[in-house]
């Protein structure tokens, strides 16, 4: 059975409350909900944890590797600034999607830049909460696909 870290960035928190018109009203809870929902259904686990904090993402992240065949990030506003997730993403080697419930590149410029897309196997942004279900089926897909071939 495959596990996947999910991870959600500064201010996911506020979701469903914070700018709808950009976000949409699903909240966190919601979208956990839904993820480990289509985790059981494809036959595999999620382990979720949001933070506001940079170096809370980071230990998880460095943790990943004993637990989790993957990782699934919304790293939020540290997509555009923190090199400190992207390397330790690229040090534990863990096939990474980014998702985004925003379009990135139709919204300002600073926000155009991403620091994971470039060691993410894949990044999906712009269909609002169904980017975190679409992102976790391509994950997952992924990890089925790989472990056969080595099998």
Same mark, same amino acid.
């Given at each position: =059975?495959s596990s996947v870290l999910v991870l959600h960035?500064?201010?996911? !928190?506020? *979701?469903?409350?914070? %700018?709808?018109?950009?976000?949409? #009203?699903?909240? *966190?809870?919601?979208? !956990?909900?839904? @993820?480990?929902?289509?985790?059981?259904? =494809?036959?595999?686990?999620? %382990?979720?944890?949001? #933070? !506001?904090?940079?170096?809370?993402?980071?230990?998880?992240?460095q943790n990943a590797p004993e637990k989790h065949?993957?990782? *699934?990030?919304?790293?939020?506003?540290y997509t555009h600034t923190s090199v400190a997730?992207?390397?330790?993403?690229?040090?534990?080697? &863990?096939?990474?999607? +980014?998702?985004? @419930?925003?379009? /990135?590149?139709?919204? +300002?410029?600073?926000?155009?830049? #991403?620091?994971?897309?470039? /060691?993410?196997?894949?990044?999906?942004?712009?269909?609002?909460?169904?980017?975190?279900? *679409?992102?976790?089926?391509?994950? &997952?897909?992924?990890?089925? %696909?790989? !472990?056969?071939?080595?099998?």
């Amino acid at each position: =059975m495959s596990s996947v870290l999910v991870l959600h960035g500064p201010n996911l !928190n506020l *979701l469903g409350t914070r %700018e709808p018109g950009v976000y949409g #009203s699903v909240t *966190l809870k919601e979208i !956990n909900a839904q @993820l480990m929902a289509l985790a059981q259904q =494809m036959g595999s686990e999620v %382990e979720i944890l949001q #933070s !506001n904090h940079e170096g809370v993402l980071v230990d998880a992240i460095q943790n990943a590797p004993e637990k989790h065949d993957g990782i *699934l990030i919304n790293a939020a506003a540290y997509t555009h600034t923190s090199v400190a997730l992207r390397d330790a993403i690229a040090a534990v080697k &863990l096939p990474t999607v +980014e998702v985004h @419930l925003s379009n /990135i590149y139709q919204r +300002e410029a600073f926000r155009h830049h #991403s620091y994971l897309a470039p /060691i993410a196997i894949g990044q999906i942004s712009g269909f609002g909460a169904n980017s975190y279900y *679409l992102g976790l089926q391509a994950l &997952l897909t992924h990890l089925r %696909e790989h !472990n056969a071939q080595n099998v």
